[in-house]
């Protein structure tokens, strides 16, 4: 009997498979998340930062402390820092929503 050795394709296919169930996979949230971010429909694609009152070091540790990790490096401007938690291509809509801390703002994909 030969032993079955996936094809070329079929890796490719499983490893984009497990790439979708990384980004898509359910986040705890806390206390400081709007009730909107608890529901079921939506997803934290990215957190933004005011760079007025946090810097890389602290994001980094908020960010941490949610149990959320980016998957590509910030994107600074002049005024943000933004942190992308999931793909944007994965949503078809999406919202801004406050946090309880002054300068953080999340957004939902749907």
Not at 22 to 34: A, I, L
Not at 71 to 92: A, E, G, M, N, W
Request: glycine residues 4%; without cysteine; aromatic residues 8%.
């Amino acid at each position: 009997m030969e032993s079955e050795t996936p094809t070329e394709t079929q890796v490719v296919v499983e490893k984009e498979e497990k790439e979708v169930k990384r980004q898509t996979k359910p986040y705890v949230y806390d206390p400081d998340m709007p009730s909107k971010l608890l529901k079921a429909d939506g997803s934290i694609q990215s957190v933004i930062f005011d760079n007025k009152i946090f810097n890389s070091t602290e994001a980094r540790r908020i960010l941490k402390s949610k149990g959320l990790k980016p998957i590509k490096r910030v994107d600074k401007t002049k005024s943000l820092l933004r942190y992308r938690i999931t793909d944007p291509s994965l949503y078809k809509s999406y919202e801004t929503v406050n946090s309880e801390i002054d300068g953080l703002r999340y957004i939902v994909g749907h």
